[in-house]
Structures are given as C-alpha cells and as structure tokens.
C-alpha cells in the first residue's frame, strides 16, 4: 500500500527557533498533500491544504506566516514552524492522496510528528 | 463551510455487542465521506469510504451508507471485538472554496471488553 514518511516524529526546541516537519510519499506521487494539527482529546484540525508547484490554502485563523508550508515536488511537502512557542506545542499529522485520485481518493497518512517547543 | 460532527466518546461496549457511531455532516456539492481508524499507537487508516449518495462503504464488518437526505453518515458493527477498539474518526472530502479539503469529525473512542 501507499506509505507516507513524516519526519522527525518528536522534536523539542526552544521558544523563538523554527522547525521543519518533512512529509514524504514514498512510493506514490502526491499532487495534493494536507497538513493536520491534532490536539489532546484527539480531533484533527486542518491547517492547510498542500498543492504540488503552487501554494498552500490555509484554514481560517491559521497563520499562513508562522506555519509555512513548501510542496516543491510530487512527493515531498514540509511544514516550517516559525518563531515556535510553547502554545505551538502539539501533534503535527501529514497526509496525501494519490495522484489522480481527486476527491474521492483515501488519504494515506503519515506517523506524525510530536513537537514541544520550551 | 464544510464540517462533521460526531458523537464524542468514549462508548465502552461488551465484546459482541451492536455499534452505531453516529455522523452528520455539512457540505456544498456533493462530497465523499470516509471513516479512518487510529488503533492504539497507530497512525490513522481507512476503514471504508462512499463516494455519492446511497452507496455503502464496508469493510473488516462494519458498515456505513452515505444518506444524502439526512447527511449523514453512521457507522455500523453487528458484533464488535476486543480489537476493535480504537478511534474512529468521520471524514468529510469536498471542493469547498474551489480546492480540495478534507475535513474530519472529533473522534469517538471505542472500547470493547471481553
């Protein structure tokens, strides 16, 4: 089956530093990739929608400047988590559909990533 | 804009027992729904999917049928198992705004006990 690879999968830096999540479609390519936020008690907020060659369409109230997200090929995304703070400390989750699956495709999922910013 | 709500768990039943887990659904146009699966320490998975109105998705025994007229989206088990026991999320996949956007309910923690 179709394997995402997130990386790192926990990182802890501290406040003020940026970090960079990769997402990577191993052996599909993946013209749209989506970025999730999961919080405590488990929901998944969208955070964005990744788009090979173009940019990114984010959710409301996310900030398009503090999360920058780069979808520079047909297999990789990443997600820049800039001038972290502690607020910032969460579960991030990357997905991708397959190429040519549009919006009926199932999404594959990465590990996820655990960031703690100190 | 498009959303799903789901029941919030966790539901606790006894092994064979009847699940429902129930989901509604906002949404312009006509989109897919989903239901992923996160077991314990897991990254999510499909559990099944429809893609139009009436279609039922199945899978591993649990069932769900897209119901256009009441959006929603229940998910079904005759008999569940210990393994069983997992999240189950409620997905959503539209074109709202012009772009693909797959949105997802809360989650419902099920436990089943022997």
């Known amino acids: 089956g179709a394997v995402v690879s997130q990386h790192p999968s926990r990182v802890i830096c501290k406040s003020g530093t940026s970090v960079k999540i990769e997402c990577r479609s191993l052996?599909?390519?993946?013209?749209?990739m989506f970025w999730y936020r999961q919080f405590p008690k488990q929901s998944l907020m969208l955070m964005a929608t990744s788009n090979e060659g173009s940019k990114a369409t984010y959710e409301q109230g996310v900030e398009k400047d503090k999360f920058l997200i780069n979808h520079a090929s047909l297999t990789l995304s990443t997600l820049t988590v800039t001038s972290a703070h502690p607020e910032d400390s969460s579960f991030y989750i990357c997905?991708?559909?397959?190429?040519?699956?549009?919006?009926?495709?199932?999404?594959?999922f990465g590990e996820g990533s655990r960031l703690t910013v100190l | 804009g498009d959303s799903v709500t789901q029941m919030e768990g966790p539901v606790t039943l006894s092994e064979e027992a009847f699940l429902t887990i129930n989901c509604t659904y906002t949404?312009?146009?006509?989109?897919?729904l989903f239901w992923y699966v996160q077991y314990p320490g897991e990254g999510l998975q499909l559990l099944l999917k429809a893609t139009k109105a009436d279609d039922k998705g199945s899978n591993k025994g649990f069932e769900a049928t897209y119901r256009k007229e009441t959006t929603s989206f229940h998910l079904e088990k005759g008999s569940v198992q210990v393994s069983d026991s997992a999240v189950y999320f409620c997905?959503?996949?539209?074109?709202?705004?012009?772009?693909?956007?797959?949105?997802f309910g809360i989650g419902t923690k099920l436990q089943v006990i022997p």
């Open positions: 949404a312009t146009g006509y989109p897919s």
């Open positions: 052996d599909f390519q993946a013209t749209t």
């Open positions: 997905a959503l996949s539209g074109l709202g705004g012009g772009y693909q956007k797959v949105t």
């Open positions: 997905s991708a559909r397959v190429r040519g699956t549009g919006n009926t495709g199932e999404l594959f």
